[in-house]
């Protein structure tokens, strides 16, 4: 089933609209308090450098981010978004990143249906020891959006023209 | 009009030296919403405050953005210093411009001045929407319960009472002393359980500050940190306790014998019992399993001998309630069963005991009066085998984890051996030595060179009978070689596991607990006493296994704990906690689903002004939310905010990106 749909969903952004030489990529990060921004903390702390297009937003928990939040950022500002929280298991709030996680499996699939590649919007547990995996996380989720170009698809302002 | 201050922190060079701050100034004065920026080299400083205290006041600021270091280091500080000035602390936002950009951008000034410009207009959007936010005040009950009266139990009652709050401690048992009142002496010190604990056990009997319900259980547990209601079961005892006087003549009389849980099974008990001698309350009570009057209606003797009439037949099972405003745990541990160890002949060879009962056949009031001798025929072993790590690190057979207690009292075994049959020899086989403690390292030297016990270090692969000795086979790793011991008697120190009903407990009372039955504690190294639900607390071998010192360590922390909640008439709470909206609210209860505290409940309000038909909203209790915001984001009408992270808020500071 999940197969099937997968197949039929083609992306539909255009990557013949090209870039500019100089663009970079504004990166949403939501990050939630008690692991993954401790741990971005520790990547600070620890002197690791990585790119510089994310910009960090820091909630209690993963489960308090709303899809909203995610639809609204590509809407507007951002050309990818990644969110992270405690490793399953570890969450503070007991349970709040299984919720969250199933809930970015729906928002994914979605947002996959209506033609997001699925590298726009990530998901990753980041502890608040692993500031190198921060690091690496971003600079990733960095790689891959810039290899996707800009987002034009379903910009507001794209909408006003 | 919101007028945002903005103070930018050069952090000496940290921040200074990767972010042209300048610049940055610069940009932010470009924002319409800014009356007042500037920069500093130490915002956090005492002068740096002065600066954010006076503009406070000089600009009639609405909010403050500081943009310094992460907000998990002085989010604190700063919101304090708006407090000084007289603004609500809540109107601060962080943007953190020393870990998110001047640290990790060090090698691209242009693009982490960039970004720290960015994270502060974000902060700035995000300040906008911040509201006045009060400190939760909730009422507190003092009184603690104490689940558990083993010596964890009475350390923590004892330490409460004495600062004058009130204490319920219940214990499942007749009499309070936990398996701390089965040992006979305790290491490094070898001082006597009974001498050092029954003291304290009349001390909690008799302080005016300690309500002690023996043979009860907690059944449900209501409420919230400083407002819990417990529903505790006294079981029935058959014995009014008010008339009681603990005389005896009833289990004198009992004619019927049970095996004694106390001396694990060594001898026998009545069916109406003390379970010893020094119990607290020392008053008996029958066993309704075994009790011949209560099975078959026939008997009735110990009704007949008492002489004040306290035995009463017809007692049930009564519930009680106690409102507390905190709970310690301490649930104490059992002993892992060692049958899989078919090839030690547990279970087959009378003379492979557990080391809890050589304990109780070692201890002077023990079931042997003090000497040890062999299950099979009674006589007095000679040569003694200990076998260590009989469950615990044994993935195989048992569990994974270190009992840590066991390389301790097997040491104290030799030398009790040693004391009580003095041309004994003890033969101990060990996987490691584990005697990390204060004075514990001289005890284990002190049982192989003044006990000569022989520690053999290797295990054993099989135990076989011939005529009336057991066989030891086993190797020494250390020389290489198989040892054969002609031993009398087999001590199987078995691990220690939580008590079977921790699991059970754990859910009723709304804590967590780990793969092996431990409860959990809040943090492993900087909370290891809380639990992660506020106001309930963990003392001794519940959490994981530990020896006395530690136990009793813990306990007093607990009390500590439980004292600092107490300390004023209400409790101040963080308001960073989820509000509802009742007017949007549909009745879905997603919200409650989804809650991990059990913060929210139904309640029924009417559709309208005056009307009397009535409709099912949801309803935070303020006391309990933690403020993870998990209610929010399921809420479909978006009738749940979480103050402190609201979605305008969040939506502005994405917006600002």
């Known amino acids: 089933m999940e197969a099937e749909v997968k197949e039929k969903v083609v992306s539909i952004e255009k990557p013949e609209i090209v870039a500019p030489p100089d663009w970079q990529p504004v990166i949403m990060g939501i990050l939630c308090n008690w692991c993954s921004y401790a741990g971005s903390d520790l990547t600070g702390t620890s002197r690791i450098q990585y790119p510089p297009n994310i910009r960090i937003i820091r909630v209690p928990c993963s489960s308090r981010v709303d899809p909203w939040f995610i639809i609204k950022a590509l809407q507007t500002t951002a050309d990818g978004v990644l969110i992270s929280g405690c490793h399953p298991g570890d969450c503070h709030y007991i349970s709040g990143n299984y919720y969250a996680r199933r809930r970015f499996l729906v928002t994914k699939k979605l947002l996959n249906f209506i033609g997001f590649h699925e590298n726009r919007v990530q998901f990753s547990w980041v502890s608040a020891a692993e500031g190198a995996k921060f690091a690496k996380v971003v600079s990733k989720v960095t790689e891959d959006i810039k290899k996707l170009g800009p987002l034009h698809l379903y910009k507001k302002e794209n909408f006003n023209k | ?657």
Not at chain 2, 389 to 399: F, H, N, Q, Y
Request: proline letters at 5%.
């Open chain 2, 1 to 657: 009009m919101a007028r945002v201050g903005v103070f930018v922190c050069f952090c000496g060079a940290n921040i200074a030296d990767f972010v042209d701050v300048p610049k940055v100034v610069e940009e932010v004065k470009k924002i319409k919403a800014v009356k007042y920026c500037i920069e500093y080299k130490y915002m956090c400083s005492d002068p740096g405050q002065g600066m954010i205290r006076d503009a406070i006041v000089q600009h009639r600021l609405t909010s403050v953005v500081v943009a310094a270091c992460s907000p998990r280091m002085h989010e604190k500080t700063f919101r304090k210093a708006l407090s000084d000035a007289g603004m609500n602390p809540y109107l601060l936002e962080v943007a953190n411009i020393r870990e998110h950009s001047s640290w990790v951008h060090q090698k691209d000034k242009k693009a982490a001045t960039e970004k720290a410009s960015d994270l502060i207009r974000m902060a700035i959007a995000k300040s906008i929407a911040n509201e006045q936010l009060f400190e939760i005040s909730v009422p507190v009950t003092k009184r603690a319960l104490v689940i558990g009266g083993g010596i964890a139990g009475i350390q923590a009652a004892l330490d409460i009472a004495d600062a004058r709050i009130p204490v319920t401690l219940i214990e499942r048992s007749p009499s309070i002393g936990g398996r701390m009142a089965q040992l006979d002496e305790t290491f490094p010190t070898l001082d006597c359980s009974q001498c050092i604990l029954t003291p304290k056990m009349v001390d909690v009997a008799s302080h005016p500050y300690i309500e002690l319900i023996p043979y009860s259980e907690v059944i449900e547990l209501q409420g919230f940190v400083g407002n819990y209601v417990a529903k505790i079961r006294k079981k029935a005892s058959y014995v009014n306790f008010e008339t009681c006087t603990g005389c005896g003549a009833c289990w004198q009389k009992c004619p019927v014998k049970v095996p004694n849980e106390f001396n694990m099974g060594i001898d026998k008990r009545k069916a109406i019992y003390t379970p010893f001698p020094q119990a607290v309350p020392n008053k008996p009570v029958i066993d309704a399993e075994h009790c011949t009057y209560l099975l078959k209606g026939k008997c009735g003797v110990c009704a007949k001998v008492c002489e004040k009439g306290s035995i009463d037949y017809t007692m049930q099972d009564e519930v009680i309630e106690r409102e507390v405003g905190a709970v310690v745990v301490a649930t104490g541990y059992d002993l892992w069963d060692p049958k899989p160890y078919e090839e030690y002949g547990v279970g087959r060879y009378k003379d492979v005991i557990t080391s809890l009962e050589f304990e109780r056949m070692v201890s002077a009031s023990g079931p042997t009066n003090g000497v040890p001798v062999r299950p099979s025929d009674g006589k007095v072993p000679k040569n003694v085998v200990f076998i260590k790590c009989i469950g615990s690190r044994d993935e195989a057979k048992g569990i994974e984890y270190c009992s840590k207690v066991c390389c301790m009292y097997t040491a104290k075994h030799a030398i009790l051996l040693h004391h009580k049959v003095h041309d004994s020899h003890a033969y101990i086989f060990y996987m490691d030595i584990r005697a990390g403690g204060k004075g514990y390292e001289e005890f284990v030297k002190r049982a192989q060179t003044e006990t000569a016990a022989t520690y053999l270090r290797g295990r054993v692969s099989k135990i076989y009978k011939k005529g009336d000795k057991l066989i030891v086979c086993g190797e020494d790793a250390q020389l290489g070689q198989k040892v054969e011991v002609v031993a009398d008697l087999v001590v199987l120190a078995t691990a220690i596991i939580p008590y079977k009903t921790n699991p059970e407990l754990a859910r009723l009372l709304g804590i967590s607990y780990d793969k092996y039955g431990y409860l959990s504690e809040a943090h492993p190294k900087l909370r290891p006493v809380e639990t992660a639900k506020a106001g309930i607390f963990l003392a001794g071998c519940t959490q994981a296994p530990k020896d006395i010192p530690d136990t009793v360590a813990q306990a007093s922390a607990c009390a500590a704990k439980v004292c600092g909640l107490f300390a004023g008439d209400t409790m101040k709470k963080d308001p960073m906690v989820s509000k509802i909206n009742i007017e949007f609210c549909t009745g879905c209860q997603n919200c409650i689903t989804v809650c991990p505290y059990q913060a929210i409940v139904t309640e029924d309000v009417p559709f309208g002004h005056g009307s009397k038909e009535l409709r099912t909203v949801s309803k935070i209790n303020e006391g309990v939310c933690q403020g993870c915001g998990s209610c929010v984001a399921i809420c479909r009408s978006m009738a749940i905010n979480l103050s402190g992270f609201t979605d305008p808020q969040i939506i502005n500071e994405i917006v600002a990106i």
